[in-house]
């Protein structure tokens, strides 16, 4: 059975300076940043999520704020390639087995769970499901900002599920 997708979420890429990142997607680009926490997989760098457009983003691993990365690095390297997934991670694993991938995972990513793998080209890709699903009237950009608030109100290190489902239970519909 073939591992069903819901486009793509966001690439994640490697950046040289926290505020030089954040000046030119923000104040360059326009783009909202609606997520900034410590990188979940290396404490020492910050994880920040710049929507692009409605449910697309753009995530940047970067050193903590004024501490730039001097000398020669993978500019602009990519770290992975995160996929909405439709359907189950369970699914989504056995299918991955059955095709003789190696995946890591499943990783729990406070609000959402994730696998790993790598492609033929050695792109690591990323399956991503929330652990509360978005409602579809919701934009994602807004759920992840409001979330983020009640993260850094409760001095949280990362947001978790239990701030989606407060903000998701605040939430009400236009009519």
């Not at 680009?29 to 999520?49: A, C, K, W, Y």
């Amino acid at each position: 059975m073939a591992i069903k997708t819901g486009g793509i979420n966001h690439p994640a890429l490697f950046g040289l300076s926290y505020d030089k990142t954040v000046d030119f997607y923000t104040r360059v680009l326009g783009m909202r940043l609606v997520l900034e926490q410590p990188n979940l997989d290396d404490p020492t760098s910050i994880h920040l999520f710049f929507e692009t457009g409605p449910g697309q983003f753009i995530a940047y691993f970067v050193p903590k704020p004024d501490n730039e990365i001097q000398g020669r690095v993978q500019t602009g390297a990519l770290n992975h390639i995160a996929l909405n997934l439709q359907g189950s991670l369970d699914e989504a694993m056995q299918t991955l087995d059955a095709e003789g991938i190696v995946y890591s995972g499943p990783v729990d990513r406070g609000y959402e769970r994730s696998i790993y793998f790598r492609d033929p080209n050695g792109v690591t890709v990323e399956l991503m499901i929330w652990l509360t699903p978005k409602p579809d009237e919701i934009d994602e950009g807004d759920l992840i900002l409001a979330a983020q608030a009640r993260r850094l109100a409760r001095g949280a290190y990362a947001i978790e599920d239990e701030d989606v489902k407060a903000v998701l239970a605040d939430f009400q519909p236009s009519a």
